[in-house]
Every structure is written in C-alpha cells, then in structure tokens.
C-alpha cells in the first residue's frame, strides 16, 4: 500500500502501555490484558470532564484510545525491541499486571525499569491480579504465603527518583507503588474478568450457599468496576473520587435516558396493545429493543473500527490493514467518519497493487572470469601477499583485491581497476573505516554500468561490513563509510545482501547516478551520486530506509505522480515478502511511500522494457507493480464574494469560512491606519482592534489579542486567558492563544494554541464543542512549522480545516494543510505541504476554502462522502489492501485487481 512524501511513520501516543506476562492472558475467562485493553478503549468519558485540566495539567482526552498491548512472546534471549521502548516512550500510563507469574517475566521488569528512566515514575500503577504485594519482602508474609507468592516485579518495589531528578533512579531505594485490586476479597487468589465467570466457579465448587455466592460475587463485580475506574482515572490524571462520582451521574443518565425511551415505548405499545394482540405486541416490542440494541452495537462498532483504522494509517507497514477496517466500519457499520476517511485518502495519495505476472525474467549475464596472472601488488616490505579475488566492469575493465590471505593477521588489503588494454586506472587503494580490529578482506566489488564508479564491501571480525564508493578517474572516495545496520535479528557480522547502481544519466552539465546497499539486518541505502563539468564527483543526498528482515533486492523507478519529471521511487523487497516504496527525502530516513506484502522472499526486483516493476519471488513466482493514480475529482475552488467599493479587505481565510460572510475591521481613534499590519505581522506593537462579524445579518463583536501573542481575531487577553463579549471574569483555556478564528456563526471560536494544537470553544462560555487537535502528532510528516497560520470551521462544525507556515529563505513559504474531524480530533486527511514561491501555477493560490463537503488541502477535496457510496469505497479499500476484516475480526486475503479499482474510481466520478 502507497502512501506519500507527507505519510511517514510518526510517533503514535498512547493513553495506557499494558506491561503483563502472556500466561497472564491465555486462559479463558482470565484474558486480564484483553480485558483491561477493551475496557479503557471503549470507555466513554463524562461529557463535562472532556477538556478539564487534569491533575498534571493537560486537558482531559475525549477518550482513552489507543491503548498499547504487545501481542507477541518475546525470546527469552532477546532485548526490549525498538517498538516497545518507542511506545513506552510516548504512552501515557504505564499499567502492570502483577502477578507470581509477571515477576519472573524479565521483560515486564525491563519495561518498568525503562518507564521509570524515562522519568515517569509517577505514571505507574499496578494491578493486582494474583498473589500477593512484597510478600518477599516481609517475614509474615513469607510465612503466610512463600516468598513466591510476590505479585510486585522488583523494579516496582524498589527505584524512586534522586536530587530532584525524575531520570535518576536509586534501585535500593523503597518504593510503595499505587495499585488497583481485582483478586476475590482481596485475598491471595486469582480471579475472572466477568462476575458471572466468578459465579459459575463457585457454583461448580459447591462450598459456599446461594446468598454467600452472591454477596461474594457482588463484592467481585464492585471490585472490578472499581479497579478498572482506578486505573481510568490514573489515565485521565482525575483524583478517583471525582470519576467516580461524575461516572456514576453520567451512567445514571444514560440508564435514565434510556428507561425514557423504554417508557416511550411501552406508552406507544400499550395503544397498540389494545388495537391489536398481545401476542402481537410483545412480538413488536422485543423485535424494536433488539432493533435498538443492534443499532447500539453497530454504532460502538463503527466507532471503533474507524478509530482503528486512521491510527493504522499513521504506520506505512499497517496501511492495509488499516484500509480494512475503514472498509467493515463503513459497509457493515454505516459509520461516516470510516467512509469519509477512505474517500481523502484515495483522493490524496498515489495508490500501488501487486498482481500476478507471466512476464519471463531477463537472463542475467554472468561476470566474465579475470585471470590473476601479471597482476603486481603495492610494494609492501616484509608481507607475503597476493590477489585475493578480481572483478569484471564495463567495457573490459578489471578490479583486483591484493592481501594477506590469513586475515586474522590483520593486514590491510588493496584494489586497484584497470582498463581493457591493462592500464592502471586508479592507484592501489585501501579502504579504511574506524573499527576495533584490522582483521579485514573485501567481500565483494561491483561497478557502476558506466564504469564511473567502484563500490567495495570489506568484512570484519565481529562487525558489520562497510561499503565505500570510489569515483574511478579520481580515485577519491564519494560520500559517507556505509555500514550494514537495520533492526533485524543479526547481532554480529552483519553483509550487504544486495549492492547495485543505477545508470547516469545527463542532467545540464552534471551526470546523476545512484547507488543502492541493502543490509542483511534490513536496511536500505539510497545514495545519490553527481559528477560536475569539472569531472569532479560528490554525494549529494543519502535516505535510510528500513525493513525488518535481509534486503535481497532493489531499484529505482521513475514516479510521474509529482511535477519533477526526474523524480524516483526506491522499490526495496526484503526476506520476509515486504516491498517498501520509498522517495528519498530530507535527513538520513526516507519518506516512505507505502509498503506490499509478495507473500515470499523478494529474490529480484527489475524493471522491464515498457517501464513496468516486475518482483521475482523465492520459488520462480513473478508479480508486477501495477499504480493507480489517486482519485481525481475535478473540484474548483468556489469564486470569492465581491465587496462594496470602500469597504477593507476581509481575512481571507474568515471570507472562506462561509460564502456571503462579511468582515469590517474598525481602528479606534489615535491609532494610525497603516498599524493594520498587526493582521499580517505578529511582531509589531499590540494594537488593540475591534472586529465586527456579520453572518446571515447577525453579527458578533469581539476584540484583538494582542499582537504578541501572534493572534489576530476575535477577543481580548493575554497568553492564556479569554475575554468573551464582555464576560467576566475572563476564561483561561489552558494553553497560550496563538490564533483565533470565528465560526460560521456567532455561536463558535476556534482557536489555534502555541504548541500548535486547535479547538472549538464556545464564543458565550469558552465551553470547549470539540477534541483536541494535536498538529505535534504529526511534525514527522513534512517538517515543523513556525507559528499557526489560519483556520476554518465547516457550518456544521464537523470538520475544521488547519494550515500552519514556515518561511524558508529566501522566497518559499511552506503550508502544511489538515482536515480534522472535531468530535474525535483525528485528521481526517494526510497532512500535505504546499510550497508558495511566488509563482501563478498554484493549487490554490494561498487561498483556504472549507464547507461540509469540500476542502482545500493541496488541492480542492472532498471529505463527505454520500450514503449510497458507502459500499463503493468499502470495496476500493478492501482492493487496495488486499485485505477484508471479518466479523471475527482475522484479516482474509481479497484478489487485487487494478481495472476495478479504476471503474469504481468512475462510478465515483460520476460518469
């Protein structure tokens, strides 16, 4: 699955990291982690705690969603994986369930060790599910219980923070950390996820009489309700007790909200009782609540199922498992949201399929053998050496390695390239690269098509190989010592698996080639290679890309999508079946465009005679990359309203807000006119401004922020606090303003903070109407901006639209655009930038437009989609993954078949 230049993988936050042993999770009816998982996903925070400030000073999330829990047993041998410390770096939380069972795990001990050196130690709690706490610790208990009955893992019992500083830890140090119970009575026993499971084990033991089983399962069942509270409220950093009471005046509403309905109901079906038969009635009535029930679940459902969905997009690797789930949510779901999210995304990225393919693969020449003989050596004293291993180029040309046949004497080793008539083209060479031993040998040498350049691979005892390129006519070295790296299992003595360049070609005055490493750890090199007029070769730009397992194939393939002609997309197929898509971009990693599963080792990677990618898979079996251009609807940006001669120019962004909407910016007396320049430059003296908006013949008078704060619109303050049409006292929304746009009606603010997050506030109260939108999440995705720049608010105030700038000398400024959906504050689009240099040829010419339908966003959008396309989109995605979610929730292989997907792309289009 594709993805583009804006989609890289960027950190996922989660609310809660559940630390547990799997033993811990494998019987029926005692799956703790899953219980927990789903638990704190499907809870639904009280409405009037949503953006509270909490205990640690953020605003309340709407939900507890994503939660992590690693699902796969970790070798006993192995280390914390990158994965892991990533997501304990950026959760929230970190829950553990304690059990006799946990303490032996040395992974559940690694990973409070890394939280708490994080510096979040007071962002733990433990669950108690079995055995009992510091039993090891206190001679009662160890009397009582054995000292292995300890629930506590050791880093839970021991390490608290230094001389004030959270990242120092003091191992010996005594620690009592904050726990949550859910063994029976408390007691040194394991318990059940559900009240029921802990009913029927009493039943089936027989000791206990009807009313002690229920007074026990009672107590069971609050203590359950109770522990998972506990843990909710150390997630949403609310004191227990004001969850608790709020929760239980929230389910009590929903319980009475509910027992409404029913009672409506039962008045309507009690006419009907009398019209017609009981029997009848009864019938009626039960089908209407499972009706009502189903529509219930449906929804939940769908919500999770979009929810899934747009946090697997954030992964290139889980694209299309994630195109999967927004295919169930909107089919089987109705949910509009998951429909909504699959109609941006083909509208926003190049999309790629893998097909089957009866293409013959092309014979590969094999390199002619070089004889040895005649070949002197450098002139070494006292070193018995001799040529070690040779190497055919282009047009007759010839590379030999001369050494010391026993390397572990660790003598150094030289090649040298000579022409087809035996003249000397280079001089004796020796690579070098820092290391811990000189016991080295080249493995092997590979030159450029064109003969400009010498790779060399050179083994080390213990250590990875390293590659360096040479510019044959100079003898020089060309960019930066390569090493084979990546994330594989390799641990020592890590090779290039794959080592190619690609032809130069004319550029100007410069000929332009790349060379492209993969490692047997799975990383992919991608260097760029320049030689001037002048004959004189650089490297001017190098991408990392990852895979997981050995790199076995690679090449370069031109990408019509973007306006370079001479743009390139890196295809990389690795051990495990994985296909990278990648465009080389900005730093040592690459952007990457997507990623395709063969179903088998890539042993090649080719393109043919008429462009197209071929993939050669272990056993002879052939696919072909085959592209699907992204969806293009044919949108224009709606022309702007005219104004009355006269009248000043509107924000434009507030003249996009809503058609027809006027503006009228009034300078009080004494203030000279041309310090309007506050709305376009921040930085000069505050100026203290009224606005008069008028909508529909309504209007709404509100004050300018002060300049310092980098607002322009709509009230009056300082860093965090917020004057509403003369309310009193002011209201601090928790953060420093950086902007404030008006709604479609005077009834809404949005307003953009400086941490570059946004939020909908109500323009009488402040009352926040909508999620946090957090920009931050997604820096990773072209860049970080330098100051919130503008934003619109559709008339439902559904979606709101984002741009946030960055100025790059000397005549660019970059936008990055985002589409958000307000209820849940996730992107309902890629973020994508806009580079304005001045030119006429723009997507949309700087200017923004949002409605309940249609968006800027590099480019006119979409972002509704209408009922009747719901099963359309459902059945693109479930084409482009390759994947369908059944009901069991196991992802089924589905054909992929490109002349579908580009029908269906017609019905969409209308025609």
Known sequence: MNSNPASTTSPRQYAVFISYRHADNLEMGRKWANWLHEALESYEVPPDLIGKTSLRGDPVPASLYPVFRDEAELPADADLSTNIRRALENSGLLVVLCSPRAVQSRFVEDEIRYFKELGKSDRMLALMLDGEPNASDDPGKVASFGAEAECFPYPLRFGVPVDGDARKID??????????????????????????????????????????????????????????????????????????????AFQLAKAKRRQKIIMTAAVVFGVLAVLAAGAGWIAWEMRGRATAKAHEL??????????????????????GEALAYLARGAREYGNQNCADRILTFIQQRPLWVLVPSDRKRPAVAEPAEVPASGIKGPPLEGVEMKVLMTAAGPEGMTAAVWGDEDTSM?????????????????????????????????????????GLY????????????????????????????????????????????????????????EKNGALLAGSSRGDVYWMDLTVSAEGEATSYKEALVPHHYAVWAATLVKDGEYKDGDAELLVSGSEDGRINLTRAGDGARGVQAGTLNAGGKVEAVYVDADGAVEV??????????????????????????????????PEESVIAAKKGAKVQFTIPDGIMEEQMGVFSSPRVQPVPLSVRV?????????????????????????????????????????????????????????????????????????????????????????????????????????????????????????????????????????????ADDGGDDQPYEGRLYMDDVNATADGMLRHHAQAEEFAVLAEIAENLAGLRLTESREFQAVAQQPEVVRGLFERLRGK
């Open 171 to 248: 191992w010996n140090a005594r620690t009592e950390p904050i726990a949550a119970d859910v063994r029976p009575g408390g007691h040194c026993v394991q318990g059940w996820t559900t009240a029921a499971a802990y009913r029927e084990q009493l039943v089936k033991e027989g000791k206990l009489t009807a009313r002690q089983i229920n007074d026990a399962v009672q107590e069971f069942g609050e203590r359950l309700e109770l522990a998972k509270l506990k843990v909710i409220a150390g997630a949403l950093g609310l004191p227990l007790g004001e969850l608790t009471q709020r929760d239980k």
């Open 298 to 319: 449906s929804d939940t459902l769908g919500i999770y199922s979009f929810y899934e969905g747009t946090n697997r997009l954030t992964n290139h690797e889980t694209t």
């Open 410 to 450: 660790g003598s150094p080793c030289y090649f040298r390239v000579w022409d087809a008539k035996g003249k000397a083209l280079t001089p004796w060479i020796e690579p070098k690269f820092e290391a811990m031993t000189r016991s080295e040998h080249v493995s092997r040498i590979d030159f450029s098509p064109d």
């Open 454 to 509: 010498v790779a060399v691979c050179v083994q080390r005892w213990r250590e990875p190989e390293f590659l360096q390129v040479f510019h044959v006519p100079s003898g020089k070295q060309v960019g930066d010592t390569l090493e084979a790296t990546g994330e594989g299992s390799h641990v020592q003595s890590a090779s290039f698996t794959h080592v190619s360049f690609t032809r130069s070609r004319a550029r100007g005055d």
């Open 616 to 649: 050669v898979v272990e056993g002879g079996r052939q696919m072909r990359l085959v592209k699907i251009p992204n969806l293009d609807l044919g949108l224009k940006m709606p022309e702007v309203p005219e104004y009355e001669a006269g009248e000043s120019k």
């Open 694 to 834: 008028t909508h529909a013949d309504k209007s709404v008078a509100c004050y300018g922020v002060d300049a310092s704060y980098k607002s322009r619109l709509l009230a009056k303050g300082a860093g965090s606090l917020l004057t509403l049409r003369g309310s009193a006292p002011p209201v601090d929304v928790g953060k420093e303003i950086a902007d404030i746009t008006p709604g479609p009606d005077e009834k809404a603010l949005t307003v953009g903070f400086a941490d570059f997050s946004y939020r909908v506030l109500s323009a009488s109260t402040g009352a926040p109407l909508s999620a946090l939108m957090d920009e931050k999440l997604f820096f990773a995705q072209g860049g970080q901006p330098d100051a919130v720049e503008s934003m619109l608010l559709s008339a439902s105030g559904k979606r709101l639209l984002t741009r946030s700038q960055h100025w790059e000398p000397p005549n660019a400024m970059l936008s990055y655009l985002m589409v958000w959906d307000t209820a849940t504050g996730v992107p309902m689009t890629d973020r994508r930038m806009y």
